[in-house]
């Protein structure tokens, strides 16, 4: 793929996903993360696809559902995500990725090839794109898997008010959990749009920042801070 990454140039059959984890690992490869196949999807991709629009097949990946025992899986071809259980038979691809940084930096970024990752001024280190549309929890063990983590809402303001790119304006998850109502919880998720905005902030518009539950499918960026908290 365009980041050096090796693939199947094909669907294996479908299998459960222990198998499949299994033959990938026997050819001494792996079943790709839910953002490696995002990224060489068909459809609304600036980059080289693995397949076409008419690969619909959901394909496993590493990321995990927030319930026990359910994996994301991503189609070629539009990187559309859904999930299921381990135990169901899907198609899958192998990847044998180029070797990965530690932290997120470099190719572990989302983002063009060649310049995947934006850095604040603080030093702060961020994917440029979008990552797949996937829940909470299989966004932070994205992030995690990536040598980095989701951010706070305080570093996406600084991210924004200093020229973050790409903005989609579609919500993208945050860490935080804040009080929501009734005495229940939910995620912090932000927005904006186009090339940064100095008047960002999270608590200023409800065009900006909100509360969402765990559960639901939203984009999200991965952050990594060379600094101690």
Not at 38 to 46: D, F, H, L, M
Not at 126 to 137: S, V, W
Not at 198 to 219: R, V
């Amino acid at each position: 793929d365009s980041w050096g990454n090796a693939w199947d140039a094909l669907d294996r059959n479908a299998t459960n996903f222990t198998d499949a984890s299994t033959m990938c690992n026997s050819l001494g490869g792996r079943l790709p993360t839910a953002t490696e196949l995002y990224k060489v999807r068909a459809s609304g991709n600036p980059h080289k696809s693995i397949g076409g629009t008419t690969n619909t097949n959901y394909l496993w990946t590493t990321a995990q559902n927030y319930r026990d025992n359910y994996y994301i899986i991503i189609r070629i071809s539009d990187g559309n995500a859904s999930y299921s259980i381990d135990s169901t038979a899907k198609p899958f691809r192998c990847i044998w990725p180029t070797k990965p940084s530690s932290v997120l930096n470099g190719a572990n970024c989302y983002g063009p090839p060649g310049n995947e990752c934006f850095k604040s001024k603080n030093g702060l280190i961020a994917d440029t794109y979008d990552r797949p549309l996937i829940d909470q929890p299989a966004a932070a063990q994205e992030c995690a898997v990536s040598g980095g983590r989701l951010p706070t809402t305080r570093e996406m303001t600084r991210l924004i008010h200093q020229g973050f790119p790409n903005g989609s304006n579609k919500w993208l998850w945050l860490s935080e959990t804040l009080y929501w109502y009734n005495g229940g919880y939910g995620y912090a998720v932000g927005r904006w749009s186009g090339v940064g905005n100095s008047n960002w902030d999270f608590t200023s518009s409800p065009s900006y920042g909100s509360l969402t539950g765990g559960t639901s499918h939203y984009g999200f960026r991965c952050v990594y801070s060379p600094f101690l908290q």
